[in-house]
């Protein structure tokens, strides 16, 4: 027990922030690693002043409130932006494409689509099986859906040729 005594404090708070910093690793979320710089910075402190412990303490606990006040005011200010923000949210995936009315969608009621290989509970407008729809939102479970109305392609020699109609030139 007098070899444990014997060990300098400032190297009891190193092994304290390496064994956050290593559990940093295991755990969901970056918070820990705030925790580590603190025991870090309180090992430094009880280097240089060889303090109490009861003032060890207060240390380590004002600087983990500092480091983690300081990382979320720097994680709000400067947010990481995600490649994909819709990832695991795939009523808001789903919103744009186009599906079809497999069971009709009565009015002020709900229906269901086939999007891909799923079927949604889907609300719009009265719409019978077989329509196909466009998928405009969600809320929650069930898909906010306008039915899909599809356009001729455009020829780009019809301008030409109703200029010339009109009595136009071709330039």
């Not at 390496?18 to 969901?28: D, N, R, Y």
Request: proline share 6%.
């Amino acid at each position: 027990m007098d070899d444990l005594a014997s060990i300098d404090a400032h190297w009891i708070w190193l092994t304290i922030g390496l064994a956050l910093a290593a559990l940093e690793l295991l755990v969901p979320g970056v918070y820990l690693i705030w925790l580590a710089v603190a025991a870090f910075l309180t090992g430094a402190i009880t280097f240089a002043l060889d303090p109490s412990l009861p003032i060890q303490i207060v240390s380590f606990t004002v600087l983990s409130l500092i480091t983690a006040y300081a990382a979320n005011r720097f994680y709000i200010e400067q947010p990481i932006a995600s490649s994909d923000p819709h990832m695991n949210n795939r009523g808001a995936r789903l919103t744009g494409q186009t599906a079809t009315v497999v069971q009709a969608i009565e009015e002020g009621g709900t229906g269901r689509v086939r999007v891909g290989d799923g079927e949604w509970l889907a609300d719009g407008p009265p719409l019978a099986a077989g329509a196909r729809v466009r998928i405009t939102g969600h809320a929650g479970a069930v898909l906010r859906v306008e039915p899909l109305v599809l356009q001729a392609p455009v020829d780009p020699g019809d301008a030409a040729r109703r200029r010339l109609d009109d009595g136009g030139d071709e330039a």
